[in-house]
């Protein structure tokens, strides 16, 4: 569940600079994870230090993404380079799709090693990063979410980061589909909101509150 929250953290991060509004994550039928979120996109340009790409540099190297964007965030939930290159190093592989600068770029990887180099694959005017991966059964115990968890979370998240719009869904089971979405005008005082609710959750939830 932590590497989850790592990525999702890096899409967190985008909405707190005031460049994503909407963090999609899926539970695929593989029990692989899928983040996607319409923040600006990680960087594709070539990191001339590390004579790597930046996308490369953010999911291969400790502590390196802070270093983009003129000097990182002012206010954070986890900058790039921590989570992403620990979540890579601890995933069978990943997948890293980014719309950018006209374009949609990809590039893959095995147990936190570059198995394909960054390849443009087609045009694109929007932006975003989307993070496909599958946790590493030689590692985790077991490689099972627990919807009711991760769903706590990303609620939070929406309490705490006002408007920003987050969706989890779950694919495992096509006879018991799990899609909830969160989005909060309120922030914290729509928080309290509910906790003072006594409503039942379904199997399909929608809380929103900004117009979604």
């Known amino acids: 569940h932590h590497l989850v929250y790592e990525i999702v953290d890096n899409a967190v991060d985008e909405a707190l600079a005031g460049y994503c509004k909407n963090i999609?994550?899926?539970?695929?039928?593989?029990?692989?994870?899928?983040?996607?979120?319409?923040?600006?996109?990680?960087p594709v340009g070539t990191n001339h230090k590390a004579k790597k790409s930046a996308l490369e540099v953010v999911f291969t190297v400790l502590h390196a993404g802070?270093?983009?964007?003129?000097?990182?965030?002012?206010?954070?939930?986890?900058?790039?380079g921590v989570g992403a290159s620990v979540v890579n190093a601890l995933s069978t592989w990943t997948e890293v799709t980014i719309q950018r600068d006209g374009g949609i770029y990809q590039m893959k990887f095995e147990k936190g090693k570059t198995?394909?180099?960054?390849?443009?694959?087609?045009?694109?005017?929007?932006?975003?990063?989307?993070?496909?991966?599958?946790?590493?059964?030689?590692?985790?115990?077991?490689?099972?979410?627990?919807?009711?968890t991760?769903?706590?979370?990303?609620?939070?998240i929406a309490f705490l980061n006002k408007g920003l719009h987050i969706t989890i869904e779950d694919q495992r089971n096509d006879e018991n589909l799990k899609k909830s979405e969160f989005c909060f005008e309120g922030g914290l005082i729509s928080?309290?909101?509910?906790?003072?609710?006594?409503?039942?959750?379904?199997?399909?939830?929608?809380i929103c509150d900004c117009g979604l």
Request: net charge negative; glycine share 14%; no cysteine.
């Open 24 to 42: 999609e994550v899926t539970i695929e039928e593989d029990n692989s994870i899928t983040v996607q979120d319409d923040g600006r996109g990680i």
């Open 115 to 148: 198995v394909e180099p960054l390849t443009r694959i087609g045009d694109s005017n929007k932006t975003g990063t989307k993070v496909r991966f599958l946790a590493d059964s030689t590692i985790f115990e077991t490689l099972e979410y627990d919807f009711g």
């Open 66 to 80: 802070g270093k983009f964007g003129g000097g990182g965030y002012k206010v954070s939930g986890g900058l790039h």
């Open 150 to 156: 991760l769903e706590e979370r990303f609620r939070e």
């Open 191 to 206: 928080f309290v909101e509910f906790l003072n609710q006594n409503k039942e959750k379904n199997s399909d939830e929608r």
